[in-house]
Nanobody, 121 residues
Framework: QVQLAESGGGSVQPGESLQLSCRTS????????VAWFRQAPAREREMIGI????????YYADSMKGRVTISQDSAKNTVYLNMSALRPEDTAMYYC??????????????WGQGTQVIVSA
């Protein structure tokens, strides 16, 4: 069973940056889609972005486009979500997920436990 573990969340002030990490139990980058999602209280989960298999290309949803990048360190089996210019409305639980099918915009079945981000003055 694949295991994912997010870390790096915390409390920041508006305008600050934060890097979240997603460490996986397997080597994912050649064959897996790795995606970041978030869910705020009383709101539906939304996708932030995807690192496609191979790790050379990414996709960013409108939710945080222009303020996030997804990167990886394959030697550490870790994918990062680099966030900048954070706003109070970015407050949410952030999750990473894996999809082994290659259909990266379809269902993700392997999820981490999430890491909380709070943006507040």
């Amino acid at each position: 069973q694949v295991q994912l573990a997010e870390s790096g969340g915390g409390s920041v002030q508006p305008g600050e940056s934060l890097q979240l990490s997603c460490r996986t139990s397997i080597y994912t980058y050649r064959n897996y889609c790795v995606a970041w999602f978030r869910q705020a209280p009383a709101r539906e989960r939304e996708m932030i972005g995807i690192m496609y298999p191979g790790g050379d290309s990414t996709y960013y949803a409108d939710s945080m486009k222009g303020r996030v990048t997804i990167s990886q360190d394959s030697a550490k089996n870790t994918v990062y979500l680099n966030m900048s210019a954070l706003r109070p409305e970015d407050t949410a639980m952030y999750y990473c997920a894996l999809n082994p099918t290659g259909y990266c915009h379809e269902e993700y079945k392997d999820w981490g436990q999430g890491t909380q981000v709070i943006v507040s003055a």
